[in-house]
């Protein structure tokens, strides 16, 4: 095993609740700093629908400068990895839960290189009584400005979404199965998006977003792979 592997390992999985596990698994402690927040919303869902995969000393969420870039990015790259090997068959989603900073309100995004998830999404939070009040916003992962261009099919709704090229490899982010799923959840405090908790209405946002992004990216991943 790499040393730089050695400090994140154990990985802890919650208990199966059933013979087999449930299709969506929550990665939480993916950067330590998040952990406690991860474990407060694990705490409202449903773990008859939902697996954990509980990252108990993960990489720092802090992004350093261009020097140590490359260091970086390849932690990000090896945890990552190590996450997909925890991965059962069964399991099509994969929900990868941080937090952000955002004074002004508490929202949530929802980044994803799938555009039927990301449509899903959308519509989601404009029904009534949607998560955060509608505060959850569509993001799509691209792997450079590149591919941030829409193709002329999807140019009119593909717009409109904010793009990011995400530090992890295209391998981790970009697959039918599972399909990944970042959620972000912005907290008003700085302090508690660095090692807090946060407030129990934080809290309920991220559990609901969850909740949403579990359906609607379950509802994807069967019809790009109905077996």
């Known amino acids: 095993m790499s040393a730089l592997l050695n400090h994140l390992l154990p990985f802890r999985r919650a208990e199966a609740r059933a013979p087999g596990r449930p299709p969506v698994l929550l990665v939480i402690g993916a950067h330590r700093e998040e952990l406690s927040f991860g474990e407060a919303v694990a705490a409202q869902l449903d773990r008859q629908r939902l697996d954990l995969l509980r990252i108990p000393v993960g990489i720092s969420g802090q992004r350093p400068g261009p020097d140590a870039l490359e260091g970086y990015r390849q932690r990000h790259a090896e945890l990552y990895r190590q996450i997909l090997e925890h991965v059962q068959p069964e399991q099509r989603v994969l929900i990868d839960l941080h937090t952000g900073f955002d004074e002004r309100l508490c929202s949530a995004d929802v980044l994803c290189g799938e555009p039927a998830l990301l449509r899903c999404i959308e519509h989601k939070a404009t029904e009534p009584g949607a998560a955060g009040g509608g505060g959850m916003r569509a993001v799509r992962l691209v792997a450079s400005d590149r591919d941030a261009v829409p193709s002329p099919g999807e140019r009119a709704q ?55 992004v579990s359906d609607c990216a379950l509802s994807v991943q069967r019809t790009m792979d109905p077996g």
């Open 158 to 212: 593909a717009a409109s979404w904010p793009w990011v090229s995400p530090v992890l490899p295209e391998a981790i982010w970009n697959r039918r199965r599972p399909i990944y799923v970042g959620v972000e959840v912005y907290l008003a405090s700085s302090s508690c998006a660095s090692s807090s908790r946060g407030t129990l209405a934080e809290v309920r946002l991220a559990a609901a977003v969850i909740e949403a």
